[in-house]
């Protein structure tokens, strides 16, 4: 017996060493490649954020209703240990929409860029943790190696791959909010160990602190408690009732102990936060703008997307943007539960699958029926979800045919199977790197995410490697972060707006060197429209792509024909 025990362990021991070998690698390496346009505010944020920590000024830890308050301890702790100078220099809590912080940063010797790479090492950190939880939590419900094949396939599908190297929260939510359900399901419907119940709780206080989004948890666990009351046992429904609102009590009691403790702005001002945070997330998604525009929460004008067309658009980007590995493991799951050897899929194994449905579903309702923005990383927890869902259908499929078929059963073809499996899953990230956001399902004409900044650093790249660089100065649209931290001169923001006689111009360009036009982004922007058709005969000095899509146009003011140098100017 002890002998199986440590067989078990060993074995347990090498998946995990696999497990991190497959993706911290993946995580950390050339991790500073691209910035996205929402990290230069976090990365700010997370400045401001030490500053107050370091001065005490606790309620002015509050910038965002996500509240992102764990990204922030992430970057003021790197903050901490490249630049500890910056709590004393007196500069105060610089603007997120201006250039006051890389300049500061710079005239005192240190680079944003550097702060961005420290900070996401930190993050894979915690992602790698997270990881290895969930795969340990997991192989207590399932088959061990069909929760390595699924954590695996999660953790290095492109999609989740592309934003869990960003400092955009949606990585380190979707593992939390993994962790804490996996963590109750244990403890319902495996072993009654508190730490179980601690430890998913825990988690649902950091995914709290990371996007007020994560409160479909709340809904998820309430259901799982609910749906227990009717399972067969010694225990009258009285009893039942009772330990459900004990067990409830304990997990939400966690997730507030541990949303107060790392959050110091509770310490001093908690109804002022909790207004902040819940009052602008529900008036945003379902008022369509903050309170600081609605003013007032208004029940009575709360509106929900008619016909489901949000629903069906987000299971859209989920097909779009996940791999033919994903899709393959979904469609096995049916055939699972309509398979009668429920020896192979016991109840435990049974309602995980089920669950994590359900939880892929909550945040597709969830972002799909409310107002508000429709960007697929929004439902980073459904694509995690799912495809920890496939990870478990592809793993019951080969232990099926394994016991059907004897051929199945030499040592060595499962192991070859799940490396072909994860290698194609690996690869079809790879073929997108460092953009692994972007990547298409190459069934489907359009997919992933485009201009959420990248090509930007290749642009500057290009625009370093030119002589006197440092003293050059450039227009650039996502100047701020995104195109700025990679470019040694002056980089302004792109200011688009109209003269008296209804020709676009741009905000100081007879100043500038260069002029950078995103126009995968910009081709949609009603002002940016006119600027490109006014520059349509003039033949850029570079031009980006990627994936075969026109990323950027690269102009020389110096170049341009005179009758448009003018028309382009204030």
Not at 223 to 238: A, R, Y
Not at 310 to 334: A, D, E, H, K, V
Not at 375 to 398: E, H, K, M, N, P
Not at 535 to 552: A, G, M, S
């Amino acid at each position: 017996m002890k002998s199986i025990i440590s067989q078990t362990n060993l074995r347990k021991f090498w998946l995990i060493i696999l497990l991190l070998i497959l993706t911290v690698p993946i995580w950390m390496l050339n991790n500073d490649r691209a910035i996205d346009l929402d990290e230069p505010r976090w990365v700010i944020r997370g400045a401001n954020y030490y500053y107050a920590l370091t001065h005490g000024d606790f309620e002015n830890t509050y910038y965002e209703y996500h509240p992102g308050i764990t990204n922030m301890w992430i970057v003021a702790t790197a903050m901490h240990f490249y630049f500890p100078e910056y709590r004393g220099l007196g500069q105060g809590y610089l603007d997120e929409r201006k250039p006051i912080f890389e300049n500061f940063m710079r005239e005192n010797g240190k680079e944003p860029l550097v702060l961005v790479h420290n900070s996401r090492l930190i993050q894979s950190s915690i992602l790698a943790a997270l990881a290895v939880i969930s795969f340990l939590l997991l192989q207590l419900l399932i088959d061990q190696k069909a929760a390595f094949l699924s954590i695996t396939l999660a953790t290095i599908a492109p999609f989740f791959l592309g934003n869990s190297r960003l400092l955009n929260i949606e990585g380190m939510l979707s593992m939390f909010v993994l962790v804490s359900f996996l963590g109750i399901q244990v403890y319902l419907n495996k072993e009654r160990k508190l730490g179980y119940l601690l430890l998913s709780g825990a988690a649902f206080g950091l995914a709290q602190l990371s996007k007020s989004s994560s409160i479909v948890v709340l809904g998820l666990v309430g259901l799982m408690l609910f749906i227990g009351l009717f399972k067969p046992n010694e225990q009258t429904l009285i009893a039942k009732i009772r330990d459900a609102f004990r067990v409830f009590m304990i997990w939400f009691g966690t997730a507030a102990l541990v949303y107060f403790i790392l959050w110091p702005g509770m310490w001093v001002a908690p109804g002022k936060m909790l207004y902040e945070i819940y009052g602008n997330a529900f008036s945003y998604a379902f008022q369509g703008a903050r309170l600081d525009i609605t003013q007032e929460l208004q029940p009575s004008s709360f509106s929900l997307v008619t016909g489901f067309s949000g629903i069906i658009q987000y299971l859209n980007r989920w097909i779009t943007s996940s791999t033919l590995i994903s899709w393959l493991g979904i469609i096995f799951i049916p055939f699972i539960f309509a398979s009668k050897d429920k020896a192979l899929t016991p109840a435990p194994t049974r309602s995980t699958m089920t669950y994590l449905a359900i939880l892929a579903a909550l945040f597709i309702g969830l972002f799909g029926m409310a107002q508000g923005r429709d960007s697929a990383y929004y439902i980073l927890s459904s694509f995690v979800g799912l495809d920890v869902l496939a990870g478990i259908g592809w793993g019951y499929a080969l232990l099926w045919a394994q016991k059907r078929w004897n051929m199945l059963n030499r040592a060595y073809t499962l192991p070859l199977v799940f490396i072909v499996l994860i290698a194609f899953q690996l690869g079809s990230s790879l073929l997108y790197y460092p953009y692994y956001f972007t990547y298409k399902n190459p069934f489907v004409k359009q997919g992933g995410i485009q201009g959420y900044g990248e090509g930007l650093d290749q642009a500057a790249a290009y625009l370093a490697q030119k002589p006197n660089a440092k003293n050059m100065r450039v227009i650039a649209y996502a100047a701020r972060g995104c195109f700025s931290y990679f470019f040694p001169g002056e980089s302004d923001l792109l200011k688009i707006g109209f003269s008296q006689n209804g020709l676009p111009y741009v905000e100081g360009i007879e100043n500038a060197n260069y002029l950078v036009l995103y126009t995968i982004r910009e081709q949609y922007k009603p002002d940016s429209i006119e600027l490109m058709h006014v520059l349509q005969n003039v033949i850029p000095e570079h031009t980006i792509f990627i994936n075969d899509l026109e990323y950027i146009r690269i102009y020389k003011i110096a170049d341009l024909p005179e009758d448009i140098y003018n028309s382009l100017q204030k």
